[in-house]
């Protein structure tokens, strides 16, 4: 589709607003999809100042940037006003140490520290055996902290990791949250690899409606957040605040250790919101499963369901 001039010139302007753009899917503080997710923590975790457009707030902006580049997917990252890509050309750049060259950011990356078992690097030398001749070990630890330990072709891109006699293949990404890992084999529950990682942080956890119901009968102190919109709530609310900025700025001055929990509808973009809070380190998050669909079914069924 082609543009009108005030479209183009709006997009322009937005576009070099900042010497580092990206515009994607939610907020710097809370990427509603994992695309945007992934370049929000790459970006983050190089340092530059940087801003964000938020698509889903303007319609016409989330089709316009499409029409503006002829890249049909959404986060897109401009430097100094030129079209960079999307988040696996991001990742790819930032992997290879060419993002970090164009943003004028430092390069280097520690090499983390690896400890490996020795019954770990005996299962692995025995797979090592049978695997292709070129075949190296790597590991990656996503932003998620989920492990990836395994064999495959050479990568001159990532970092070579000496442990116990043997060398893993580590991307850039990975290498801060890899430092101080270990690996272990186990025959027990089930014969694996268990690998133990001090970086990562606390995970969201569960929490019924009837035991938020009961949180609440008893006056206990946390704080009790509902994710959804203005017009979702006008249909149906339990007692929860709205989550909006100023409540994303007010919890994130709060203790740690405060216990949040949050809802929506289902369960699904509440359990993103908490995500968050854990990844700043806060320890005590719970998403309530379900949603305030569960609500009404289990807890209080004069709630309307919608």
């Known amino acids: ?95 290879s140490g060419e993002l970090q060259e164009k943003l004028g950011v430092s390069s280097e990356v520690k090499v983390p520290v690896i400890t490996l078992t020795d019954s770990a690097a005996a299962a692995l030398k025995s797979a090592m055996a049978e695997a292709e001749s070129d075949d190296v070990l790597f590991l990656s630890i ?16 990532t970092i070579a990791v000496e442990a116990n006699g043997l060398t893993f293949q580590v991307d850039r990404g990975s290498a801060g ?12 529950p089930q014969p694996g ?20 119901k009961a949180k609440l009968d008893a006056g206990d102190a946390f704080e009790f957040l509902d994710v959804r919109g203005e017009d979702e709530r006008a249909q149906a609310t339990i007692g929860a605040v709205l989550f909006d900025d100023d ?27 908490a995500s968050h809070f854990v990844s700043l380190g806060f320890r005590n998050v719970y998403n309530m499963v379900g949603g305030i669909d569960a609500w009404s079914v289990s807890v209080d069924t004069a709630i309307p369901r919608y």
């Open 142 to 157: 996503a932003p998620t902290f989920e492990p990836n330990l395994g064999i495959g072709p050479a990568n001159p891109a």
């Open 193 to 212: 690899f268990r690998i133990d990682n001090p970086n990562e942080p606390p995970r969201v956890k569960e929490i019924s409606p009837a035991e938020v």
């Open 1 to 95: 589709m082609s543009l009108s001039n005030e479209l183009r010139s709006k997009i322009d302007g937005l576009v070099k607003g900042d010497e580092i753009v990206v515009f994607m899917k939610g907020t710097k503080q809370f990427p509603q999809c994992g695309f945007s997710a992934t370049v929000m923590q790459i970006l983050k975790d190089l340092g530059p100042k940087f801003s964000t457009v938020n698509v889903l707030t303007d319609p016409e902006i989330r089709q316009g940037i499409k029409d503006y580049t002829g890249w049909p997917t959404i986060p897109q990252v401009y430097v100094k006003g030129e079209f960079i890509g999307g988040s696996d050309i991001v990742r790819a750049m930032y992997e």
């Open 177 to 188: 949250r890899a430092d101080g890992v270990t690996i272990d084999y186990v025959s027990e």
């Open 247 to 273: 409540q994303m700025e007010r919890l994130e001055e709060l203790d740690p250790a405060t216990t949040i929990v949050f809802h929506c509808h289902h369960g699904g973009r509440s359990f993103n919101a």
